[in-house]
């Protein structure tokens, strides 16, 4: 019954080395034709990461300053990115990771001061055990490596399986993901928290709120992908 899964990577992984990710071409895992038409974030709330027409801070973050100390996404979450994300995080696309991956350490290559560790947003044990892997750790690994800093896949972990954010309205995703996260250990004190997409930035809010509490002094968000109001 494990056989088809296995294939289906193996072939997946193979075809990554070999032709673009999104029109085939051969060559390379992503064409620069494609590359070039992927949706960049430019430029965006230094808080939140919400797009801003020029550099600073948005209202709402003036008004309301979230727990986190800044906002780093490369892509809004829009065709063809966000269809990448569904296929690493859904159908076990894990070759995606490296990509993407590499491609956020692209961008972030310049942040200084780096951060102490990188803390991929926990999956609860049954979402892990259904699913199989992590894909925040997995757009981790390729961060980590190119930074040497290290990941910290096991200091947090999500106590309580919430529902799925993206059937909950804002409101709805603040409550859902309150006391969902706990800490197992010294805390350093910079941390960049890490997810696939940032949509209302609730659940990344709640696990800053808990790393600041365990002795976090500078927590950042990090994502492969905003949505954009």
């Known amino acids: 019954m494990f056989a088809q899964p296995t294939v289906y990577k193996r072939a997946s992984f193979e075809q990554s080395l070999a032709a673009c990710v999104l029109c085939g071409a051969p060559g390379t895992a992503l064409c620069p034709g494609c590359y070039g038409d992927l949706p960049r974030l430019g430029t965006a709330c230094k808080c939140c990461g919400e797009p801003l027409p ?24 829009a065709s063809p990115v966000s269809e990448l994300v569904l296929r690493l995080k859904f159908q076990g696309a894990l070759h995606l990771a490296n990509l993407l991956g590499g491609l956020l350490a692209g961008h972030l290559a310049t942040v200084e001061p780096r951060p102490d560790l990188i803390i991929p947003v926990p999956l609860h044990p ?8 992590n894909q925040a750790l997995e757009l981790g690994r390729p961060l980590a490596h190119a930074f040497g800093v290290p990941l ?27 006391g ?27 696990l800053a709120r808990v790393l600041r509490r365990a002795g976090a002094h500078h927590v950042e968000a990090w994502a492969l992908a905003r949505t954009v109001r």
Do not use: K, M, W
Request: aromatic share 6%.
């Open 180 to 206: 969902a996260f706990a800490v197992n250990g010294p805390v350093p004190a910079r941390v960049a928290i890490l997810d696939d997409v940032i949509t209302t930035g609730a659940t990344l809010a709640e």
């Open 54 to 77: 020029v550099a600073g801070v948005c209202g709402h973050c003036l008004r309301t300053p979230p727990p986190f100390d800044g906002t780093r996404a490369l892509f809004r979450y």
């Open 152 to 178: 910290g896949p096991t200091l947090c972990a999500r106590v309580r399986d919430t529902a799925a954010q993206s059937n909950l309205d804002p409101d709805r995703r603040r409550r859902n993901v309150r």
């Open 126 to 133: 049954a979402r892990l055990a259904a699913r199989g892997y």
